[in-house]
């Protein structure tokens, strides 16, 4: 076996666009899967993390998510981003998940045992986007007022209604809304050079 | 048409966060057709959304994780397409697959950016509005309902059956959902012809020219139809019919056909 060309190969590969490791992936390649979970795995995991609150259970959505991804491949290039696509699935079953479990206090304790950071290990080319992704996003999210942000956490992160976000913060419904709709789009203008 | 520009924004931001009301929701609905162009700002709305967890806290999932996900992924050159998911897309139609596509969150729909365009492009935006229109009908539906169908959706051994319309209604389309081992089975149809009061829809499965009677339904204002209905006992899944009827029913004679299933069924 011969490392060197196999590194030159997964280096060439780790280059590539993710419409181009999509079709490789679909032609059965399986170092673009690798490639993808490079790029993407922190990211579905912080996610997962984030809404259930649990590392044993966000990694196994983690694994869920890209093994559905290989098995099935619905995603449509022509359609969106690869990256909204595998968020918008991994948000979609981590708050199914959530919803399924008895009670609020329950995520509570769980996520109070969370607050320890873990260690990441980097690897080169991924760090320097997604890190400077995550930078912008943090910076525009700061832009925000503070009840801007706070109601699209709670809808994002936590899947409520903003019926249920108005209840829990008691302010009016429209109040709610105002905030979820003008935080939004405040994000689009800050983000606009990062969605094309 | 001109609404000032802050409250367009506004409204497109409610349709892409969930949250308009049935007003809104309808006037949102007039104004996707009177200009398509909203469709890209939908989801260029969509994009940012999604871009919101990059501002999570960078944790790593732990190392064995990715070997395990590349252990599990089948050698090269033998990725499968497994045969239901195919079959689930071949055999919704049309403008039902994009609905139930849309509930189940796991497609961006958007329009290509450049506008002057080819009809492919002007086909796919009319698509397009017609989805979204549809998506803005149905979430005025019970979405008890549609979350119990995403899940239902979801199982790996559904039954799921395409309808298509007959002489009487020839452009309606839908499919038939069934989880064999829980109760009740859902209807999805579209481009059903409203009826008057004293007639309703009704469902039958045919076994050897014997016909079973399920449920009753009536369509939505525009013609779209999602009701979760009860499986008689004894029921079979082999040929579904949906008639029209007088209502009440008389028990006797069945109405004519509006509706019948494909004539190969699956799962």
Redesign the interface.
């Known amino acids: 076996m011969d490392s060197n060309s196999d590194n030159d190969r997964s280096a060439d590969l780790s280059l590539q666009t993710d419409g181009e490791l999509f079709h490789a992936l679909k032609a059965g390649q399986p170092q673009a899967l690798g490639i993808l979970y490079d790029r993407y795995a922190s990211l579905v995991y912080r996610l997962a993390l984030r809404i259930l609150a649990n590392p044993q259970e966000a990694e196994d959505l983690t694994q869920e998510v890209f093994l559905r991804f290989w098995h099935h491949g619905t995603y449509n290039p022509t359609r969106g981003s690869l990256s909204n696509f595998l968020i918008t699935l991994t948000r979609s079953r981590a708050i199914d998940k959530l919803r399924s479990r008895s009670t609020n206090l329950k995520f509570l304790q769980r996520w109070s045992q969370m607050m320890t950071t873990e260690t990441s290990f980097p690897t080169p080319i991924e760090v320097v986007s997604l890190s400077q992704r995550s930078q912008q996003v943090q910076n525009a999210l700061a832009v925000l007022s503070e009840n801007q942000r706070q109601v699209l956490e709670m809808a994002y992160y936590e899947g409520l209604s903003q019926s249920e976000i108005a209840k829990q913060l008691d302010v009016p419904l429209g109040t709610v809304k105002t905030w979820a709709r003008q935080g939004l789009l405040k994000l689009r203008q800050s983000l606009k050079d990062s969605i094309g | 048409m001109s609404l000032p520009p802050e409250s367009l924004?506004?409204l497109t931001?409610?349709y892409?966060?969930g949250?308009l009301s049935s007003e809104e929701a309808e006037e949102f609905g007039r104004l996707l057709i009177e200009d398509p162009s909203l469709a890209i700002e939908v989801?260029?709305?969509?994009?940012?959304?999604?871009?919101?967890?990059?501002?999570?806290?960078?944790?790593?999932?732990?190392?064995r994780?990715?070997s395990?996900?590349?252990e599990?992924?089948p050698?090269?050159?033998?990725?499968?397409?497994?045969p239901k998911?195919s079959l689930l897309?071949s055999r919704i139609v049309g403008g039902v697959a994009a609905l139930l596509a849309l509930a189940?969150?796991?497609?961006?729909?958007?329009s290509?950016q450049d506008l002057t365009t080819t009809q492919a492009r002007v086909a796919e935006q009319k698509q397009l509005i017609a989805v979204l229109r549809q998506d803005l009908t149905t979430r005025q539906v019970q979405v008890a309902e549609q979350k119990e169908l995403i899940?239902m959706l979801r199982q790996p051994s559904i039954h799921l059956v395409s309808l298509e319309g007959a002489d009487l209604a020839p452009a309606a389309s839908g499919s038939f959902v069934m989880n064999p081992s829980k109760p009740g089975a859902f209807l999805a149809l579209q481009n059903l012809p409203s009826l008057p009061t004293g007639q309703v829809y009704q469902l039958y499965s045919v076994v050897n020219d014997k016909k079973i009677a399920w449920g009753q339904f009536n369509t939505s204002p525009n013609g779209t139809v999602l009701v979760k209905l009860p499986v008689p006992s004894k029921a079979e899944v082999t040929t579904l019919i949906v008639t029209l009827e007088q209502s009440p029913t008389s028990t006797r004679s069945v109405g004519p056909t509006v509706m019948t299933t494909e004539t190969t069924t699956e799962l």
């Open positions: 924004e506004e931001a409610g892409v966060l949250d989801n260029r709305l969509q994009e940012v959304l999604g871009l919101i967890p990059y501002a999570l806290p960078e944790v790593e999932p732990s190392p994780l990715r395990a996900i590349l599990a992924a050698a090269a050159g033998e990725r499968n397409q497994t998911r897309q189940l969150g796991l497609e961006n729909y958007r290509r899940a």
